[in-house]
Every structure is written in structure tokens, then in C-alpha cells.
């Protein structure tokens, strides 16, 4: 999914999302299994906001995204916020042209559930482990099978506010362990309201099966931990799986 339009209200949307959850989760990994990090890639960076934040914290950050319109919005905030953060844009299928590996590299926000197969994944392990400096860090985070099927699935999602109100419809698709969002938003413009249409898909595998890829790409695996406490292993009832790995 290329975000158009939508990449213009994202931040309004997900202005209660716990980002800097993830910088904590992101610093506390670095902490404990690579100290002296300096260099990290934020791949998936959408509108900037994880990448920002971790430049907040002396960290030298990259961001890559496959929409034109997030990262246009993702500079404009880097600017503001007084912060030198190279953008580019990137499939993470194929991350390339780097002057040098990296110390870290990120996928946060269920990014990489973006991607609609298993060969689509292991291509992006491999894109990354190529990217990384020996013993650097591979963080991200994926959506749990019982989010799918026990949150997602056959729900709806609606919110109202006086400048953005939604509707968000999902439902279970066709390929195993996939959902499609249908979502409508109403965007206030001067005295009316512009809707904005968008349907996204996403998919995800089990713990074991993103376990497999990762040592198939040459990685080790420090952690699996969910919801953000890194030190708890994912449950029957987790909703966010976050893998914490080195590159071997």
C-alpha cells in the first residue's frame, strides 16, 4: 500500500500512538545488546515521527519509505523540529546505496506486515542483514495471530472529532492470516468535509515461522518479547510481537 492523500492526516489519526513506547523498547535493546550504537535506519519511517524521536536521543538516523507523500511530510517535521535526518525513498524489499552498514536497523509500526508474502519477508531479512554492521541490531515488530483473528477480524472502528472523523471497517482476507481495512475518513476543509477512500492489507506469521527466516538470513535471536515489555515473552492474548536480532 503507497500512501497518497492519507499520508496528509496520518499523524492526526495516530496522534495517541505510544511511539515513544518504541524508542524506549529500541533503547533499552541498544543498552542491552549493542552499547555504542550511533547509526540506525528507520525503515518503514512513515511521516518521521519514531525517527525524530531518536534523533532526540544523539542518534544519527536514517528513514526509508516506499510513499513519496509520508517521507515529503517527514522532512517537513525533521525541519522542524531542528533535526538532520536523510529521507529517502526505499522498497525494503531492496535497500541500497548506503555509503556504509549501519549499527541498527528498525521496522516499527507493523510495517513489515505491509508485505503480502512469506518470499516478501524473507527478501526484506535479507535486505536488511546485507545493511547492518557485523553484530549489529534487527528490531521490529509484527502483529500477533490473535490480534488478527481475535481484534481485527470483523470489526469496526469509528472515531469523530471536529477536524477528522473515520470509519474502519476489517475483515479477515483471502490468503491465511491476513486482513484488509476499509477505511473512510472525513478531513475538515474550511467550511466542508473531504473524504478520503483507502484499503489496506496486511498478513502475518507466527512467531515460529518469522524465527525460521531470520536464522535462514543469518540472524541470531536475542528476544521476542510483546506488547513493549522486553522482558516478557508473547502470550495467547499478545497483540504486538517484537523480535529483537543480531546479525551473525
Known amino acids: 500500500m503507497i500512501y497518497q492523500g492519507f499520508a496528509y492526516i496520518y499523524d492526526q489519526l495516530m496522534k495517541d500512538a505510544p511511539y515513544e513506547q518504541w524508542v524506549n523498547l529500541i533503547e ?3 543498552s542491552l545488546y549493542h552499547q555504542g550504537a550511533t547509526t540506525i535506519l528507520d525503515v518503514g519511517c512513515g511521516t518521521g515521527e519514531i525517527a525524530v524521536l531518536l534523533a532526540d536521543k544523539h542518534l544519527t538516523v536514517t528513514g526509508v519509505d516506499i510513499s513519496e507523500d509520508m ?3 517527514a522532512q517537513a517535521k525533521a525541519e522542524s523540529n531542528k533535526r538532520n535526518i536523510l529521507f529517502l525513498q526505499q522498497d525494503m524489499r531492496n535497500l541500497t546505496g548506503f555509503p556504509e552498514p549501519f549499527d541498527v536497523i528498525t521496522i516499527c509500526c507493523d510495517s513489515l506486515n505491509y508485505l503480502e508474502t512469506k518470499q ?4 526484506t531479512f535479507r535486505a536488511v542483514h546485507q545493511q547492518l554492521k557485523n553484530q549489529g541490531l534487527f528490531i ?7 490480534k488478527i483473528h481475535h481484534v481485527f477480524a470483523n470489526s469496526t472502528f469509528a472515531d469523530q472529532d471536529e477536524d477528522v472523523s473515520f ?3 476489517s475483515f479477515l482476507g483471502e490468503e491465511s492470516n ?4 476499509d477505511m473512510t475518513f472525513f478531513v475538515k ?3 466542508y ?6 484499503v489496506h492489507y496486511q498478513r502475518t506469521f507466527s512467531v515460529d515461522e518469522y524465527s525460521t527466516w531470520l536464522k535462514e538470513a543469518s540472524f541470531e535471536i536475542l528476544a521476542t518479547c510483546g506488547d513493549f515489555n522486553i522482558n516478557e515473552e508473547p502470550n495467547e492474548t499478545t497483540e504486538r510481537v517484537f523480535f529483537i536480532c543480531r546479525k551473525r
Do not use: C
Open 167 to 169: 470509519i474502519w471497517n
Open 28 to 30: 533499552e535493546s541498544i
Open 178 to 181: 491476513s486482513i484488509e481495512h
Open 120 to 123: 516478501d519477508v524473507q527478501a
Open 71 to 73: 517521507l515529503t511530510v
Open 140 to 146: 521490529f515488530d509484527v502483529h500477533s495471530l490473535h
Open 193 to 198: 468535509y473531504e473524504r478520503y477512500d483507502e
Open 189 to 191: 476543509k474550511d467550511k
